[in-house]
């Protein structure tokens, strides 16, 4: 597993994302994975969510203008070497997040596509799909979709590993870098699929019996975006983020009466001195 993380901490990486007031998905988890994985975190809101384990009571989109001021003032004096995104929440936010994304040297951009929460409330208005496709995806460098995620980018149903990877490879003509479709929600073990011009790999796992998942997409996306920031590369930054989530699920603090929060600071395992 990936080794502590060293102090202090001097890379910078960033979330533009929704807040969620439970802690364990959204900018708070994020900025927690940033931390654990060994980089400074900084945050852009978009949108904020009251929310617990049971699900999202109430969601409010913050005004264009603060999203903007947000991203300046990161710019000014706390430049990321990397980017994330996660729930953007409607058609006009992906616009100005794409507008000023593109005006930053902010290094590679991993696009979480968050639709729906674990509870199943919609956290991405309809009409911000095509958005996503059209102006989001060509700048990412890591799109994370789970299956149902990868469905709707793609435009078709995603029910087998077959499926998966078609509509990763869409998803890839639509100008992403590369994909990872992840397996949680494919039978049996976990596998996500990592897809890129330079071919398919399968980034075996082990699925662990629990309810505690809150999050784990948004820890999964920050944890590659924490490594990118460091100098991985694209397969190493992967690898690494997927044993900090599965050593995050299997150590949950088993919080709340519904899908609770990861352990974002779980006991880690270092790797052998020979591995990179």
Not at 10 to 29: K, M, W
Not at 51 to 76: I, K, R, S, W, Y
Not at 230 to 240: C, K, M, P, T
Request: charged content about 15%; hydrophobic content about 45%; proline content about 7%.
């Amino acid at each position: 597993m990936i080794p502590p993380a060293p102090f202090p901490r001097t890379t910078i990486a960033a979330t533009v994302a929704g807040t969620d007031s439970g802690g364990g998905a959204g900018i708070q988890a994020d900025l927690k994975s940033f931390a654990a994985c060994g980089v400074y975190g900084v945050s852009v809101a978009v949108a904020l969510t009251a929310q617990n384990t049971l699900g999202v009571l109430a969601a409010h989109g913050l005004p264009q203008d603060f999203v903007v001021a947000q991203f300046e003032a990161l710019d000014q004096d706390l430049r990321p070497k990397a980017v994330k995104t996660g729930m953007l929440f409607s058609a006009a936010h992906i616009a100005t997040v794409c507008q000023q994304l593109r005006q930053r040297s902010w290094g590679p951009l991993v696009v979480d596509p968050v639709m729906v929460a674990k509870s199943g409330a919609i956290l991405l208005e309809k009409d911000a799909v095509a958005i996503m496709r059209e102006e989001l995806l060509p700048l990412a460098e890591l799109v994370t979709p789970n299956w149902p995620e990868a469905a709707v980018l793609a435009g078709i149903p995603v029910e087998s590993e077959a499926d998966a990877i078609a509509a990763g490879r869409a998803i890839l003509d639509m100008g992403a870098s590369s994909v990872v479709v992840k397996g949680g929600h494919a039978p049996g073990e976990p596998t996500d699929l990592l897809i890129s011009d330079q071919g398919l790999l399968r980034l075996s796992g082990v699925r662990i019996d629990s309810v505690h998942t809150h999050g784990t997409g948004c820890t999964f996306s920050a944890a590659i975006t924490a490594r990118l920031a460091l100098g991985d590369d694209l397969e190493l930054a992967v690898d690494r983020a997927k044993e900090y989530v599965t050593a995050a699920i299997r150590h949950a603090p088993g919080l709340g009466s519904g899908h609770g929060p990861l352990e974002h600071f779980p006991p880690l395992q270092a790797r052998p001195e020979s591995d990179p």
